[in-house]
Every structure is written in structure tokens, then in C-alpha cells.
């Protein structure tokens, strides 16, 4: 006999490596193929659990832009503690770079982009996915719808980059936000700051400008605007930020620790790292 459900489960799951094509082996009574296969998927099941230690599935919503979901999945593998392939995590990853631009819909100048996001959403809830991450500050804007309509939970990568910021000793008064047009516009860091305690600081709208155009040229794939991003940066530091903040997940592809003499919170490395604490569950959230 064949059994229909083991070549059905080895397809879905070709990691578990299952080939149970057998008919019900002697002493086994009136039990069907069809039974000890259920019993053997249930063997597998369960020992699958054992092996992943309750792991969970990461989902990455990414595509805004590529080269940002590219970093952070290179993140998430260098913060996971691995000896050999198996102790990394499961990972999907939904590159989209369809979603419409974040910045222009905020600023009333482009169409919207929770459709695609939720579109997105929903195809790495049902892939498997147990939480999702957004390497787009910007997307940040619709996380509330997104959380609505998903029964999966999304990792706050604002949220956490502002208690990443209020744990820094000695304390931190103002903080510099180096961000898109939408994101300062949005008031994203500038809430979760206040909620902290802790005042922000936004480049004046020729600075702006500036840092969109770094942020556009790398998203082309252009990495030689570190220069003018850093000058912006430096003027926010003159003017009274303690430290600053890379709120755009473009910005640290070119501007790194040490570049500038205050502390700079990078949220692409703050999510991957929390990331890695969800999925091994070494987080109370």
C-alpha cells in the first residue's frame, strides 16, 4: 500500500525527512498503513519539538529596501549563538520592494502602502512565521493596523530603540534623530521618546533634505554619501543632542560606531538582537 499522507507531509516538510511507505508490518493486527503512518508523524512531531527547543519562527516583512533586509538577516546570524547550521534560527523572509513608498504616503504625495504591508503580513503569518520584524522605521507608521488584523505579534523596532536609549548610563537628555521626511513627520521617535522622558531633536528642513537624498542614493546603491549624513549629524551634536539616532534602517549601511564621538543608537542592530531574544525566548515579552 501507499500512503498518500507520508509523501503529503514530505512535501510540506522536507526537513523532516520522512519516507514511511510501508503497509502494516506483521503483528500489527487489523491496523491499516494508514494508522502506523499517523503513528509514525506523530514520532516525528514530536521529536522535531524536542530538537528545536520551542524555537521561534522569525518573519521578516522586508523589501523596504532590500539591501536593509539583506543587513538585517546578516544581523540576526551574527547575534545568534551557532556552532553549526542547525543552532541558527528558521527564518522567512517576505523581500517585497512593491510596498509603495512609506515617506511619500505620509506626506500626502504618494498611494498607500497597508494593503501590500498587510498582503505581506499575512503571507509570512501563514507560512509558519511566529513574530514578525520590519526593517523599515518608516512602516512603523501602520504598526497598529498591522497588529489588528495579525495573531502573530510584531517586534516594535521604535519601541525598543527608545528603551535602548533610556537604559544608556550616564542618562541621555536630547537625542538626534536622523530619519526620512515620514518618519519625522509621523512623530514615531519623537512620542516613544517623550514617553521616556527624553527630548528629540530633528535636522532643520535644508538639513533634511539632505539626509533624504543620502538616504534615496543608497537606496540606488550608492554609499558614498557617509560625508553628508555625518555633517547633518554634526550639527545636531552642536546644537545640543547627546547622541543620535540612525532612524532610518539605510543610514547604518553607511555610517558606523565610532564615526562620530557620541553614543549612536543603530535600531537595524537593536532589532536583530531582540530578534534573537524572542525567537530563543530568552525575553519575558
Known amino acids: 500500500m501507499y500512503c498518500v499522507r507520508c509523501q503529503v507531509l514530505r512535501q510540506a516538510w522536507p526537513k523532516y525527512k520522512v519516507y514511511v ?9 487489523d491496523r491499516s498503513a494508514w494508522e502506523v503512518c499517523r503513528v509514525e508523524i506523530k514520532k516525528v512531531e514530536r521529536l522535531t519539538r524536542e530538537g ?21 538577516f546578516r544581523r540576526i546570524l551574527a547575534c545568534t549563538p551557532a556552532r553549526r547550521d542547525q543552532d541558527h534560527l528558521r527564518i522567512l523572509i517576505d523581500n517585497n520592494p512593491k510596498i509603495p513608498d512609506r515617506t511619500a504616503a505620509i506626506l500626502g504625495k504618494g498611494p498607500d502602502p497597508l494593503p501590500a504591508l498587510l ?6 503569518q501563514q507560512a509558519g512565521a511566529d513574530f514578525l520584524v ?10 497598529p493596523e498591522l497588529r489588528r488584523t495579525l495573531s502573530i505579534p510584531i517586534l516594535d523596532m521604535v519601541a525598543e530603540t527608545a528603551e535602548e536609549v ?7 537628555g536630547t537625542i ?5 521626511s515620514g518618519t519625522i513627520k509621523a512623530d514615531l521617535y519623537q512620542q516613544a521618546l517623550s514617553k521616556k522622558g527624553i527630548a528629540s531633536l530633528v535636522p532643520t528642513p535644508k538639513e533634511q533634505d539632505l539626509v533624504m537624498e ?47 564621538s557620541c553614543p549612536l543608537f543603530d535600531p537595524l542592530s537593536i532589532l536583530a538582537r531582540r530578534a534573537v531574544e524572542w525567537a530563543k525566548g530568552t525575553t519575558s515579552k
Open 21 to 29: 511507505l510501508y503497509p502494516a508490518r506483521e503483528g500489527q493486527g
Open 52 to 72: 528545536e527547543m520551542n524555537e521561534r519562527v522569525v518573519g521578516i516583512l522586508g523589501g523596504m529596501g532590500p539591501e536593509a533586509t539583506v543587513e538585517l
Open 119 to 124: 498582503h505581506s503580513a499575512h503571507t509570512l
Open 134 to 143: 520590519i526593517p523599515c522605521n518608516t512602516a512603523h507608521h501602520w504598526l
Open 166 to 172: 533610556a537604559r544608556h548610563r550616564p542618562p541621555l
Open 176 to 180: 538626534g534623530l536622523l530619519a526620512t
Open 214 to 260: 543620502a538616504i534615496y542614493r543608497v537606496k540606488a546603491g550608492d554609499h558614498t554619501v557617509k560625508e553628508q549624513v555625518l555633517h547633518v549629524a554634526q550639527n545636531l551634536l552642536d546644537r545640543g543632542a547627546e547622541g543620535l539616532i540612525l532612524g532610518c534602517t539605510e543610514l547604518p549601511l553607511v555610517v558606523q560606531e565610532g564615526d562620530l
